[in-house]
Every structure is written in C-alpha cells, then in structure tokens.
C-alpha cells in the first residue's frame, strides 16, 4: 500500500500517550515548519501554534479543556490558531512569491482585489477562512507527527474564549483546535468504523 | 525524506489541470473513502461530498466559482459539504464501534451528552464543527490524492448560497470548500514561501 494511504488507514485519534514522553523544542520547530505548508485561501496563512509543553501550561489548559488527561499527557498539546483574514496584510505575504520569480509583480495587488471581496462586509465569511485555515494546518501537522512517530488527537471540547484569554491570543485571533501529540501508550482503541459511502457520496 | 514530509513538501495548489484527464467512478469511491477515515468531532462524520465529474456539472459549478478554469479543467471537482452537528445522530454513529468491541456499550450515550453540551444553543459551535470536519476530510481527500498522483487545488472563492441551492444541499449543510483534482499540466507553480517560524510560533 502507498505510503500516504497507509497513514490514513494507521492513524487514529489517540486517547492514551505515554506521560513520560518529551519533545525537545527543536522537534517542535519543525512539526510546526511541516505544518505552515499546508494551503490556506490566497497563501494568507492566517495561523498562529501555541505549544504548550511545559507542565504548568498544560494543566492550565487541561483544566480548560473538560479535564480531559490527554491534555496533559502528550508530550506537547497545540493550540492551532486560526486569524481573521487581513487583506492588508496579503502583499506581505505573496511577496517572496514574486521575489522567487515565478509570480507576476502585478499579482498580490489583484489578489488582494479579490481577498477583499470576498471577506468585505462578511465577518462569517472571515471567521469561516480562520477555521478552515487553521484545521488545514492541523491536519498538516498531524501528518508531520505521524512521519515522526508521534500520535496524535484533534480536540474541539474545550472553553474557547478562556483559551483565548489565558493564553493571551489576540481580538483576531480563534482557538479552533486543540492537538494533543505525543508516544502513544499501550491501549489506544483502533480507527472507528466509518458510515457507508452511499451515504456520504453523490457524484454529479 | 519520509514520503509522509516529502509529501508535504511536494504538494502545491495546482492552477493548470490537463483538461483531457478523467477519473472513473471506482476511483472516485476509493478516493472517498478514504477522505471518509478523517477524524470528526466525537466521531460524527458529519460531511457529505457530492463529485462534480460531468461536462455540464464542471461548468455549471465553475459559472458559480469566479468562472475559474480549473474548475472544469480538473477531472473532478468536489464539494465538501459540512453538516451542523445533530447529535441524535450520534449513537448509530458510534454503535459499529461497540459492535467491533472496543467501545463499552454505555459509551454512545455518555458522548451524546457531551456534545450536546457542546452544541447546545450555539449555531456558531455547531456550524464551527461543520467547517472543521468538512475541511479535515478536504486534507484526507487531498493526500489520497497524492498517492494516486493526483493534483488538487481547495477553493473557497465560490458563491456558497449559489452552490447550495444548485445542487440541492440540504438546509444543514454547508459548502465548505471545494476541491478541485486531476492530473497536473505543465506550468503550476511551486510551493508558495512560508512566513518564518518566529512569526507563527509561541512556546508555552
């Protein structure tokens, strides 16, 4: 089987991690260079990760989070944030696209054209770009965690505005998830079963 | 490299698709499925994903997307449509993984009341977790697409309300991306430079 189907098929969410388990800060560095790769609308990359690994931090946010274990269990639990989209701020970002030479210099400014129409006037359409940037960048890291070995769980139960005030996020700024990773321990359930595809599949 | 992070580095949004390319509907299945293994809040697999394959599907859809070529360019384009969370559902979702023996029997209920608090009286939590679980399954969709050597190119420019009632999405769901795929033309770009890692990063 390829690789990449292989992961799919292996990876559960896990609700066991060994305790003991550790990432240095380095490890941590590069989990969160893989997932900054994921795409996000227009190259925005509207995120922002909060590793939270020292014990403190974790049992502050595994209070915030239904006391769930896990929260403080994994070697590291990170806060994806996703950001409001500031189409000010998209020439900014293109620009070492041009600078590398394959896009147009006019490009970032007619990009930005079409970024501001479709987030002028729509704070759900802004917020709607945050999710799913930041879950596109989740699911980035996670397949990064899996190259390293390390499990993980994507969580969405937890006090989102006393995330966002504990851990200082800014007024732009959506805690949309919460991926607890780390060494599984022993007695993590399998992948659960998944609705059959007549359900869920309609091709047109 | 590990083909897990090649594959990371590697992936780009395709903007050229060889328009001659097709995918037949057994590999639209199995590309489905496996989307289908992403993770979900509580496992409630709240998506569903409609495969816009044919000529007149294509342009049709494009016409309601900014009139992008690649829309119908690709062999398929698919809309993922996320679910608003209804959490009577829950138990039958869960029930398959009692029966494979891993879950306790009582474990279905316990959730559901879990996400009902999760849920309760909060449209934004619950359209919250339609984005997250629609654009978990786009990145699934997206790496089983690399092993098949397929390109793709998720899109949030589209008119949704256009989207929805075109094709015929039920009043709790969302279209929250679309996912064009197919085989890549020659000229797309590379991958996009990322912002640098002090930018995106806190340790806590």
Not at 6 to 23: C, M, T, V
Not at 45 to 71: E, H
Not at 109 to 118: C, D, F, H, I, N
Not at 139 to 149: D, E, F, K, P, S
Request: hydrophobic share 45%; charged share 20%.
């Amino acid at each position: 089987m390829h690789p990449l189907l292989e992961a799919i098929a292996q990876r559960s969410s896990l609700n066991s991690f060994d305790p003991q388990a550790r990432l240095d800060d380095s490890t941590i560095h590069e989990l969160i260079g893989w997932a900054s790769r994921a795409p996000s609308a227009f190259n925005l990359q509207n995120w922002r990760f909060i590793a939270v690994r020292s014990d403190a931090a974790k049992q502050r946010l595994r209070q915030l989070a239904w006391d769930q274990p896990k929260v403080s269990e994994a070697a590291v639990t990170f806060i994806l944030c996703g950001v409001l989209p500031d189409t000010d701020q998209l020439p900014a970002r293109l620009q070492p696209s041009v600078e590398a030479g394959f896009m147009p210099a006019n490009m970032p400014s007619s990009w930005q054209q079409a970024a501001k129409q479709l987030y002028a006037d729509s704070p759900r359409a802004r917020r709607d770009e945050a999710i799913r940037s930041a879950t596109l960048a989740a699911a980035t890291l996670m397949q990064a965690g899996q190259a390293l070995g390390l499990g993980a769980c994507p969580m969405t139960g937890f006090d989102a505005p006393a995330v966002a005030t504990h851990f200082g996020l800014g007024t732009d700024e959506i805690p949309v998830m919460l991926v607890a990773m780390g060494r599984a321990a022993p007695g993590n359930w399998p992948q659960k079963p998944r609705r059959p595809l007549q359900q869920i599949l309609e091709l047109a």
